[in-house]
């Protein structure tokens, strides 16, 4: 390794370090119902996925999930091949144990999506507030490669962050703002949009924040390979 990777590969891993220190600092001081992400039943997102028709044993992955209640609802609504990643193991801890039982048929994984290497390919990555956190444009570019490298070909993509007049932060954090402009021209090297919807979230303590959800559909690796 020469000195200049090096410096980048420890720059790197104080990065994630810090970024797990943070999430497992938020999930151990504020229960469920008081994030400002919170939602009792994620209707945006279940509308969206309905509308892909995927078939019950669908591998299905939710990205910085946390503790929301999607796998929930997932659960109740037949899917059997569902995985949920998240950075803090506290978040996950909460998730298992809100389950109980039905637990036990999830896949569960304490991971930075950025460190992710799955054994199996996906028919769904769904990603509600977890992208817009990565604000270097190198990491961007490792999410969304993993993304497509590990969706199967023709699966479908998910995302949703704050829209251009949504939060600049977000549990104390610097985001990135998204119009659908530049959503899908950030996406377009691999992924076809199907359609982009905005939505106004109300918090737990009645404020809005404002976000975009879009939807693609990844392309083939060698039709989205670069030429």
């Known amino acids: 390794m020469t000195p200049r990777n090096f410096v980048y590969c420890v720059i790197g ?6 970024r797990k220190t943070h999430w497992e600092n ?20 279940l509308s969206i996925i309905k509308r892909f028709k995927l078939p019950k044993d669908a591998a299905i992955i939710d990205i910085g999930a946390g503790d929301s209640l999607l796998v929930d609802h997932l659960l109740l609504s037949g899917y059997s091949n569902i995985t949920v990643l998240d950075i803090s193991e ?20 304490v991971s930075d999506v950025l460190d992710y290497h ?7 990555w769904h990603d509600r507030a977890t992208f817009h956190f990565f604000t270097d444009p190198v990491e961007k ?18 995302l949703s962050t704050f829209s251009i007049t949504g939060p600049e932060k977000c549990s104390g954090l610097s985001v990135e703002q998204y119009s659908e402009k530049k959503m899908s021209d950030l996406l377009s090297r691999y992924f076809d949009k199907i359609r982009c919807i905005t939505k106004a979230h109300m918090t737990p303590w009645d404020a809005i924040q404002n976000f975009v959800y879009c ?9 989205g390979a670069l030429v």
């Open 141 to 158: 570019q490792r999410y969304l490669d993993s993304a497509h490298q590990n969706l199967n070909d023709d699966g479908y993509l998910v």
């Open 215 to 223: 939807s693609f559909r990844n392309r083939a690796l060698e039709r």
């Open 13 to 18: 891993i104080s990065i994630m370090t810090g």
């Open 90 to 109: 506290n978040a996950i801890e909460r998730a298992k144990a809100r389950l109980g039982d039905n637990a036990k048929m999830v896949n569960w994984v």
């Open 118 to 124: 799955p054994s199996e390919k996906y028919d769904l």
């Open 26 to 45: 938020v999930y151990n001081k504020h229960p469920l119902t008081d994030v400002s992400w919170y939602e009792p039943v994620p209707e945006t997102s």
